[in-house]
């Protein structure tokens, strides 16, 4: 990811300046509910004794904390909020936006600092309530239960994953030796993919029993007992031919 | 954007919209105030995601193919740290810091890191004003600190931690990373010699600069100085920086401040010098043997030689070490022999046997300075010159002094032996016999050829290294400077000579019976000279 995405400035160039307004939570999730044109409410910005005063009441069909349309009567979200706005003084801040495709472009650079205040009624204070309500509910409950639970770890004669594993062995029979040339051959491929091996993992592969795959392996192979591919078989020095990556070739005898 | 109503107590309305179309994410680039971040200014930026953590994270398998890889490794690795309950923190590239380059290479560098929990509790909402006058709202993303990156160098932890130990002396910190870097260089082309002119030319430049800063390491040569460099770039500029005033000044701040560097010194660890041996502390040593003596009475040596010759084996360690150095300049078996002789003319000094205390007690002082430095063989020119300076036990005296001094002192020894052969020529035989045993080469031949009466002033002959009683070498001595028997008895050890020290003892009394010596009282000890 070494690719620098060239930032575009248009925006900081325009002096481009946006404010920055710290929003309530619930105010966001019915923000989040509006309709596709997203139209939530209304800013007034007004001067009043000289002070700049700036307001946003919520849309009608927004302050119903339930689906959008239904008017619950009992919970309203507050439609009043006003605006506390702060100059940006410690701070210079400025928005860069990130589009999907990865591309960079300052936006503008953040003037004025402002944040959303519900006017404090009943109305609110119950939503608070319930808000607080949900919030300290734990996340996990310990319920009691009426009657024991008697289906598991009942005393069975032959357990289910026994049977099944008495089923499979019947039914694939014993792992037969099949010619040393054809194991050897399934041997070197493998070793191709790893140099690493365990004799399960051999087993597993070339479906032979063990014995005589150790036979084999004890023929090409070597065990190592120590370092760090502990307890792992690989092909002796002369069978192998790794180079970095890709590309080998295995020779046999 | 700020826009006003038009009247002072009329108000405008907007409407606010948050677009729903969320294919750009906004975040916040925060600046500190005190960075001066102007981005008008900016002509140019580029910015990415700084992916250094990755690696950290990530813990990548080296052969992801065949060579060196395990069947079934990475199943059994995941396994492995479930059951351990490891827990590692997946690398999220939406959290890592961003790098913004401003006006290109030369322009400066931003790193961004994500401020966390901006989204718990509270979101935030871009509003831009949007050209038909309605507000739009867009929420916040993420919120990233940009902080200036210093292009300029800084000193390491250790290195801060070194500087911070000589914060008390150093005056000068321009000096500190200019240092660094001539360093730099130095280890970075060690076999460059126009490098090392380079920082050498650099070094009478900064040794101005830095000459005050390299004083202080040169008063402290007991701390333990962690850049021998510095120390060795310290003894250079300070001799180049001698008439510079800066050294003056540096000096004089370093007197004011000798009360807080004895107090940094302090600070040091104490116990740092206990177990070192120091040898030879001058005058107590001898001024403890000498009531012993008294007279030159000779039953009371023996316990005396028989210290010297203790005395002595702690010197052989020293001579060997002198050895080495000295079989490069000289032949060996004079090697052998005036290292010796050297050795005990250092002996001899440093006793405090003197007319001046001052010169023994420099000695002493310096013999300590040196013994304290322990092995630092080579450069402790340790060779008591046989001319009267006193300045071969100095430190940094290079060797080439050894070779003159041994020259006249294989001189010496070798009119030694030639008087030593004219005088006592039968008597010696058994010891030349025993002497036969430690240089059979040259022996054999001498006593019989050199029989004859030659000069004793033939210096060219070379001769053995045998140090003979003889008349003429006490004559010498004695001429030379006034001794103690002590002395005089350590000059003629009885290993080298081949006489037990009772014999030591009679046929120095019979020389000294003989050469009537001039009596001096030196130090409460009986001094014996003679005046040529």
């Not at chain 2, 954007?1 to 948050?18: A, H, I, K, P």
């Not at chain 2, 981005?39 to 060579?67: K, L, V």
């Not at chain 2, 001799?239 to 040091?268: I, N, P, Q, V």
Request: net charge neutral.
């Amino acid at each position: 990811m070494s690719d620098k995405t060239a930032v575009n400035l248009t925006g900081v160039k325009e002096s481009k300046g946006v404010w920055l307004v710290k929003v309530p939570k619930y105010l966001s999730q019915q923000w989040d509910k509006a309709a596709d044109k997203g139209e939530v409410g209304k800013i007034t910005i007004g001067k009043k004794q000289g002070k700049t005063e700036v307001r946003f009441s919520l849309n009608e069909e927004l302050t119903a904390r339930g689906a959008v349309g239904e008017t619950d009567a009992s919970l309203q979200v507050p439609r009043d909020h006003p605006f506390t706005m702060h100059t940006v003084g410690g701070q210079t801040m400025a928005v860069f936006s990130q589009s999907e495709a990865d591309e960079i472009s300052l936006e503008g650079m953040v003037v004025h600092r402002a944040e959303c205040r519900p006017v404090v009624n009943d109305n609110y204070m119950k939503l608070k309530k319930l808000q607080l309500k949900e919030s300290t509910k734990p996340q996990r409950l310990s319920q009691q239960l009426e009657r024991a639970v008697t289906t598991i770890f009942k005393p069975v004669a032959n357990h289910d994953f026994n049977l099944e594993h008495e089923r499979k062995k019947k039914s694939e029979g014993k792992m037969v030796r099949v010619e040393r040339q054809l194991v050897l051959d399934m041997l070197f491929s493998a070793f191709e993919k790893h140099q690493y091996y365990n004799i399960k993992d051999l087993v597993d592969i070339t479906k032979q029993p063990v014995t005589y795959l150790k036979e084999i392996m004890r023929d090409i192979g070597m065990y190592n007992s120590k370092g760090a591919h502990k307890s792992t078989w690989e092909l002796k020095p002369e069978y192998r031919h790794y180079q970095s990556a890709e590309e080998e070739e295995m020779q046999t005898a | 954007m700020t826009s006003l109503g038009s009247s002072s107590s009329s108000s405008t309305e907007y409407t606010v919209r948050v677009p729903k179309n969320t294919s750009k994410k906004y975040n916040i680039m925060a600046f500190n105030a005190g960075d001066r971040v102007n981005c008008s200014t900016w002509t140019q930026a580029r910015m990415e995601r700084d992916m250094s953590a990755r690696r950290i994270y990530g813990e990548e398998e080296s052969a992801e193919g065949a060579a060196g890889s395990e069947f079934g490794k990475k199943q059994r690795e995941e396994a492995r740290r479930k059951k351990f309950g490891i827990v590692t923190r997946e690398f999220k590239v939406e959290d890592q810091p961003w790098i913004l380059k401003v006006n290109g290479k030369a322009g400066k560098r931003f790193k961004g890191l994500k401020k966390g929990g901006v989204t718990e509790n509270a979101s935030y909402y871009i509003f831009t004003q949007c050209p038909d006058g309605a507000f739009e709202a867009f929420p916040v993303h993420g919120w990233y600190n940009f902080t200036p990156q210093a292009k300029h160098r800084t000193l390491t932890a250790e290195e801060a931690e070194e500087e911070w130990g000589r914060r008390n002396k150093v005056v000068n910190h321009f000096s500190i990373m200019l240092q660094r870097r001539l360093r730099e260089q130095e280890r970075g082309c060690e076999d460059d010699e126009d490098e090392n002119e380079k920082s050498g030319k650099k070094k009478k430049k900064g040794g101005g600069r830095g000459g005050d800063l390299r004083i202080h390491d040169l008063e402290d040569d007991l701390e333990m100085s962690s850049d021998d460099s510095d120390s060795s770039m310290g003894d250079d500029g300070e001799s180049k920086t001698k008439t510079k005033k800066d050294t003056g000044k540096g000096k004089a701040k370093k007197k004011k401040r000798k009360s807080s560097d004895k107090e940094a010194l302090e600070d040091s660890d104490d116990g740092d010098y206990e177990g070192l041996e120091v040898d030879y502390m001058s005058d107590e040593s001898s001024s403890d043997e000498e009531p012993e003596k008294g007279k030159p009475s000779k039953a009371e040596e023996h316990p005396k030689g028989i210290d010297e010759a203790s005395e002595s084996e702690e010197e052989s360690e020293e001579e060997k070490q002198n050895e080495e150095e000295t079989k490069e300049e000289e032949e060996e078996e004079e090697g052998k022999k005036t290292p010796v002789q050297v050795e005990k003319k250092k002996k001899k000094d440093s006793s405090g046997e003197s007319e001046s205390s001052d010169d023994s007690d420099i000695e002493g002082g310096t013999a300590s300075a040196l013994f304290m430095k322990k092995r630092t063989p080579p450069k402790r020119g340790g060779r008591g010159s046989a001319g009267s300076s006193r300045t071969g036990s100095r430190p940094g005296t290079p060797s080439i002094d050894s070779a003159t001094t041994s020259n006249t002192l294989r001189a010496a020894a070798s009119k030694l032996e030639q008087g030593k052969r004219q005088t006592q020529g039968p008597s010696t035989d058994s010891p030349a016999a025993k002497r036969l045993k430690m240089e059979p080469s040259t022996q054999s031949p001498a006593p019989s050829g050199k029989s004859t009466p030659q000069p004793p002033s033939g210096k060219s002959t070379p001769s053995s290294s045998d140090v003979q009683l003889t008349e003429e070498a006490v004559r010498r001595y004695l001429i030379r400077k006034p001794m103690t028997t002590k002395d005089l008895l350590k000059k003629f050890q009885t290993k080298r000579t081949g006489l037990s020290s009772e014999q030591t003892v009679n046929v120095l009394a019979q020389i000294l019976k003989r050469l009537n010596p001039e009596r001096k009282n030196v130090n409460d000890k009986m001094h014996f000279y003679l005046t040529e």
